[in-house]
């Protein structure tokens, strides 16, 4: 114990570092289970999509999913989520796999989902950046898309 507190006299930036870094992964690990919405990576959402029919809502600006985004996604902006929550009525029974850029703002989708009771709700971690990297496909324009 002496030498710990002789180390952490002597690289206090370090121990600090090191501090840091652990919190961010241990809030990693823990998120899922404070939530109580679990981050799912892009093979475990196609697994979803083919076994049990989930449902992709895109929660990015109109210009980013234009540019590219997972075949028949739901296009529902976050900022504009809580009034056209109503729209996803008809998926409430269904998986909904929140989507973004990369996982942030998807998972504000997700607690908003859930406050407005929805269960089976998840976020695509790493988001499309995360769908891209996997080598799974997206399309362009609004052709591939479902309206909600």
Same mark, same amino acid.
């Given at each position: 114990?002496? &030498?710990?507190?002789?180390?952490?006299?002597?690289? /206090?930036? $370090?121990?600090?570092?090191?501090?840091?870094?652990?919190?961010? *992964? +241990?809030?990693?690990?823990?998120?899922? &289970? %404070?939530?109580?919405? @679990?981050?799912? $990576? #892009? &093979?475990?959402?196609? *697994? $979803?999509?083919?076994?049990?029919?989930? +449902?992709?809502l895109d929660v990015r600006?109109?210009?980013?999913?234009? &540019?590219?985004?997972? $075949?028949?996604? %739901?296009?529902? #902006?976050?900022?504009?989520?809580?009034?056209?929550?109503?729209?996803?009525?008809?998926?409430?029974?269904? #998986? %909904? +796999?929140?989507?973004?850029?990369?996982?942030?703002?998807?998972?504000?989708?997700?607690?908003?989902?859930? @406050?407005?009771?929805?269960d089976k709700v998840h976020? *695509?971690?790493?988001?499309?950046?995360?769908?891209?990297?996997?080598?799974? /496909?997206?399309?362009?324009? @609004?052709?591939?898309?479902k309206t909600a």
């Open positions: 114990m002496e &030498q710990f507190i002789e180390f952490v006299g002597h690289h /206090p930036y $370090l121990f600090l570092a090191f501090s840091v870094v652990s919190g961010v *992964l +241990i809030w990693n690990i823990l998120s899922d &289970q %404070i939530t109580g919405i @679990k981050s799912l $990576l #892009p &093979q475990e959402v196609t *697994l $979803l999509i083919n076994h049990e029919e989930a +449902i992709i600006e109109e210009n980013e999913y234009v &540019q590219g985004h997972i $075949l028949n996604s %739901i296009h529902i #902006p976050l900022n504009t989520l809580s009034d056209k929550i109503g729209r996803l009525e008809k998926y409430r029974n269904r #998986p %909904i +796999i929140a989507s973004c850029m990369s996982g942030n703002r998807s998972a504000r989708a997700c607690s908003t989902l859930k @406050k407005n009771g929805f976020n *695509l971690k790493g988001g499309v950046i995360a769908w891209q990297n996997a080598n799974l /496909p997206l399309t362009k324009g @609004k052709s591939g898309s």
